[in-house]
């Protein structure tokens, strides 16, 4: 069955620092993997996703994530966290039914707090 | 141009009451989904429509029953309204024919029942 484990449902860092959110996965398959920011009082952003293309990911707003198999990770890293990236952070499989749909499983979520 | 939007985007009722959400895509998918977030922020799939057919359905309580009058629309449609769901509920859609797995998720709906 495929899962996502985020560890950590808190993160807090100092504005400037490195953001480091984590993400390990279970999948019997090749998987496709999401990152998925939520702002306070708002629906879900895609910040970015692997497909199998390449291994480092770079999304939206600085952000960028590494697929490594021998580890099951997808960690979520930003050089220097801004103000404006306290947010709620999800990480997510997407299942496969067959063509028809797929479905997103999400972790549990982590919320990163920048401090100024 | 919103994607993906919810009416309302808040909803207080009482216990027992029966309620709709409503959700409109402009994207041109033809999948659309429902899913609940719960008090503690986790997210989870209630179903899933393909072109307005049901795909899936995960085990959600037959109060609640979603319609999808044509592929741009679904909506749904909660009967006897419980305390448990309370909950924020967000609309997403998949464009099926691209390949891509994301969906592109609506604001969501505050839903408060007291």
């Known amino acids: 069955a495929q899962s996502v484990t985020q560890l950590g449902s808190h993160v807090s860092v100092s504005e400037g620092a490195l953001v480091l959110l984590r993400c390990n996965y279970s999948?019997?398959?090749?998987?496709?993997l999401f990152w998925y920011v939520q702002y306070p009082n708002q629906g879900l952003q895609l910040l970015l996703k692997y497909t199998s293309a390449a291994t480092l990911v770079k999304g939206i707003n600085g952000f960028e994530a590494e697929f490594k198999k021998s580890e099951t990770s997808f960690h979520l890293t930003k050089p220097s966290a801004h103000m404006s990236d306290a947010a709620e952070y999800f990480c997510?499989?997407?299942?496969?039914?067959?063509?028809?749909?797929?479905?997103?499983?999400f972790g549990t979520g982590t919320l990163l707090a920048v401090q100024p | 141009d919103t994607a993906v939007s919810q009416t309302p985007k808040y909803l207080v009722t009482q216990m027992g009451n029966d309620k709709s959400i409503k959700c409109e895509q402009n994207?041109?998918?033809?999948?659309m989904y429902w899913y609940k977030q719960d008090s503690k922020k986790f997210l989870k799939i209630m179903f899933s429509y393909n072109n307005k057919e049901l795909i899936i359905n995960e085990t959600v309580p037959n109060r609640f029953s979603p319609k999808s009058p044509d592929k741009a629309h679904l909506n749904l449609h909660i009967n006897s309204l419980e305390l448990g769901d309370s909950a924020v509920y967000f609309c997403?859609?998949?464009?099926?024919?691209?390949?891509?797995?994301?969906?592109?998720f609506g604001p969501g709906t505050r839903l408060t029942v007291l």
């Open positions: 997510a499989v997407s299942l496969n039914y067959g063509g028809a749909t797929n479905k997103l499983i």
């Open positions: 999948s019997s398959v090749p998987p496709y």
């Open positions: 994207l041109g998918h033809d999948t």
């Open positions: 997403a859609s998949w464009d099926r024919t691209s390949g891509a797995r994301e969906q592109f």
